[in-house]
């Protein structure tokens, strides 16, 4: 039905006879003359209609917003002075000598150029939201990321093999997605929360290099960067060690960023630790960009008589740890007590500070309530740790380190972002040797750090039994920016390993028989060493983007309640299938009792 995109059509078409079809973004009568922008996913086009051609201009007056058109027209350059230098095809115009309308359209709930509309009715009429330019935008640089993937990985020698959607609920951090059996009375499948198990047992099986780009499903709380279901890349190599993954994967995303943006990035990306990144940034995955960092001042305050830093400087699980905000001083009293509302989001009690107005005065050059407990040889190697400048304040934290942590972490970024201090461009890094376990919320059970197939580093595995608190696993997320794109780890491969781990996290041999009983028959039939990685494809399109979250790179997602505004899904189902599933619904709890 056409021979052209719209927003293809350049002065190489001049004088040439095109056919195209797409939606009436704008419709201008000058009297005498109509001009329709038509418009498709690349692009807009100018065409002009005019009375000569009598039968098409009386049709052209009855197009509206949003009708679906086809033209026949001839590509003439538009006359001097009418020129757009913001449109790829401002120096053309389409003359239109025939003109069909394809269908007719109501009035839309909101015009496609109309940059103030609310999320719910994007979401609720999407497929008019998708008409939008910077969406239109999104999907194809989302569509060249996958491809662009797709090709390193199949010029690197992995196959594309696909994993169950239907598999059985094993425990991964997060609450499993249900689907009842109809053919298996009182039994459910579970919609995976990533292809791992699967991923591994095809090492087992020979395909020593496996990629898929995967749908994946998590019912958990959801933030501006989670949905409950979400595509990563999955990536699973056999016979490597950590460096054989890390060197390939960071080659994978070059390539991407290479191809895609045209951008570099650092050859090789830098690496630190989990504990230096804990230690520095607050973060397990620090944003580079910001040039602040944490820095520990708790063996000065183990004596001091202020308790709000004495207590978790002498608490083996506290930590007191510095800010340096340069040029702070200019903050207002309302500006701190902002920032101190902000952290206690984090848990945190409270934000003291210190306002650096003369360094050389020494004590007389500070502004802060807390000054009178600080002796000054404390203040003296607070300034000289923080190396604070004429002008600058030092905000402080004390409580559990993770509080700490969590909260100086997050009001480092948000300085960042606020001082106009965030550096440009893109600054990743990979995080190492992370913990093998952490203790859950209760503190009395160890939980797996990342997920209980994780190898630990080779001279950490007698400590498995015995320390296991102090064990460093073989796993590695690569971040970008503040934000984790990918994580991986090589994989236990002997199953006497894999059961003591499974004894760790309080997993009873029958519970590990019937949750994962599968997987460890498995490794005892010859399981080659290997290891792997999966990439969040959403997130790292969202930053290649430039889209404030993932909800804007995904044709049809869910709200921050897990619903669709479009098909109004989730929704009721007839009694009749729920009898077919052997499932009766409970009343609500309220209406019960009544």
Known sequence: MRSDYCGNVSETNLDQTVELCGWCHRRRDHGGVIFIDLRDREGIVQVVFDPDTADTFIIAESVRSEYVLRIKGKVRPRPEGTTNSDM???????????????????????????????????????????????????????AKITHRLREFLDDQGFLDIETPMLTRATPEGARDYLVPSRTHEGAFFALPQSPQLFKQLLMMSGFDRYYQIVRCFRDEDLRADRQPEFTQLDVELSFVNEEDVMNLMESLIRDVFTHILEIPL????????????????????????????????????????????????????????????PEGCKLSRKEIDGYTSYVAIYGARGLAYIKVNEVAKGREGLQSPILKFLPDEAIQTILERTAAKDGDLIFFGADKARVVNEALGALRVKLGQDRGLMEHGWRPLWVVDFPMFEKDESGNRWQALHHPFTAAISDHVDKLETDPGACLSRAYDMVLNGSEIGGGSIRIHQPEVQQTVFKQLGISEQEAEDKFGFLVTALKYGCPPHGGMAFGLDRLVMLMTGAASIREVMAFPKTQTASCLLTQAPAPVSDKQLREIGIRLRKPRAEASD
Do not use: W
């Not at 003109?99 to 103030?116: C, G, H, Q, S, W």
């Not at 630790?273 to 040039?291: F, I, N």
């Open 88 to 142: 790829a095809t401002g120096k053309i115009e389409v003359l239109g000598l025939e003109l069909e309308i394809l269908n007719k359209a109501e009035t839309p709930p909101f015009m496609i150029d109309d940059n103030d509309v609310s999320e719910e009715n994007r979401l609720r009429y999407r497929y008019i939201d998708l008409r939008r330019s910077d969406m239109q935008m999104r999907m194809r640089m989302r």
């Open 266 to 325: 650092p050859d090789p990306f830098p690496r630190i630790s989990h504990a230096e990144a804990m230690s520095r940034y607050g973060s397990d995955k620090p944003d580079l960009r910001v040039p602040m960092e944490l820095i520990d001042v708790g063996d000065l305050m183990q004596d001091v008589e202020f308790k709000v830093f004495s207590g978790p400087a002498k608490d083996p699980e506290g930590r007191v740890a510095a800010l340096c905000l």
